[in-house]
Structure formats: C-alpha cells, structure tokens
C-alpha cells in the first residue's frame, strides 16, 4: 500500500485505511465496533496519510541533500 507512495502527491485513501484497519481487526479478532484508533494504537501503525506524508518529506529531503552533480542516475 505505500510503495512509492511519497511520489503519488497529497491525496487521502481512505479505501486503504478502510482495508488496513479491516485486515487488522480479522487478524487479531477485533469486534467490529472497536475505534480505529484503539486498533492503531494497539498494532503501531499509523495512518496511510501520515505514513504518506512522512516518506514525502523523506524523499524531498533526500533530493535537497543530494549534489547538484550527477543528479540523474545514467546522465
């Protein structure tokens, strides 16, 4: 779900969230009525929109540390 996900831009995926949380609660057994918070806080994870937002600002700070030389992989 977050391959290459600091590249896609600022949208929300909710469909992700949705099917992660929905992943979680068959593996562990939890009601269906448990908040997605509690099951987030219990698992570790974090949202797919901060895990997104967090690569990109990876991403962009390894592209403002690289040398201006040989920038591009086969230049």
Not at 39 to 50: A, H, P, S, W, Y
């Amino acid at each position: 779900m977050d391959y290459s996900s600091e590249v896609c831009g600022y949208k929300t995926h909710s469909k992700c969230d949705t099917m992660q949380h929905r992943a979680i609660r068959a593996f562990h057994g939890v009601p269906k009525h448990a908040p997605n918070s509690l099951i987030n806080g219990e698992v570790g994870l974090q949202t797919t929109f901060k895990r997104h937002h967090i690569g990109m600002l990876r991403l962009w700070d390894r592209l403002v540390k690289m040398p201006d030389v040989n920038r591009l992989p086969f230049s």
